[in-house]
C-alpha cells in the first residue's frame, strides 16, 4: 500500500505565491498519473490538473495558468504550484494517484492579508 502525504500549505497572502508538494511512501510518480484536487469551504473537491510518468501536464479550464504541476525526481515528490493567490484559493488540497485509489490526507492553505 502506497500512502501520500502533502506538504507546503499555510498562511499567504494575496497576491503571493506557494508550493505545495506530494510525497509517496515509495517512488511511484514515473509509473502513475498524479492529481491535484481541492476542496474549498462549502463546495465539492475539484480536480485542478494531473501530470503522467512521461511528465505531460493538464489542467482543469478553470485553472486560467495560476496552477502549475510538476515532477522533482530528485525529491520523488510532485508539486503544485500557485501563483498569484487569490483569497477564493483558500482550500485543502490533495494529491491522488487514481491508479492506485490512493489519496494523500490534505493540506490547507489560508489567503489572508
Known amino acids: 500500500q502506497v500512502h501520500l502525504v502533502e506538504s507546503g500549505g499555510g498562511l499567504v497572502q494575496p497576491g503571493g505565491s506557494l508550493k505545495l508538494s506530494c510525497a509517496a511512501s515509495?517512488?511511484?510518480?514515473?509509473?502513475?498519473?498524479t492529481n491535484w484536487y481541492r476542496e474549498r469551504p462549502g463546495a465539492q473537491r475539484e480536480l485542478l490538473g494531473y501530470i503522467t510518468p512521461t511528465g505531460a501536464t493538464d489542467y482543469g479550464k478553470f485553472i486560467q495558468g495560476r496552477f502549475t504541476i510538476s515532477r522533482d525526481d530528485a525529491k520523488d515528490t510532485v508539486d503544485l504550484q500557485i501563483s498569484s493567490v487569490r483569497p477564493e484559493d483558500a482550500a485543502v488540497y490533495y494529491c491522488?494517484?487514481?491508479?492506485?485509489?490512493?489519496w494523500g490526507q490534505g493540506t490547507q492553505v489560508t489567503v489572508s492579508s
Open positions: 491522488a494517484v487514481p491508479t492506485l485509489n490512493t
Open positions: 515509495r517512488s511511484i510518480f514515473r509509473v502513475y498519473s
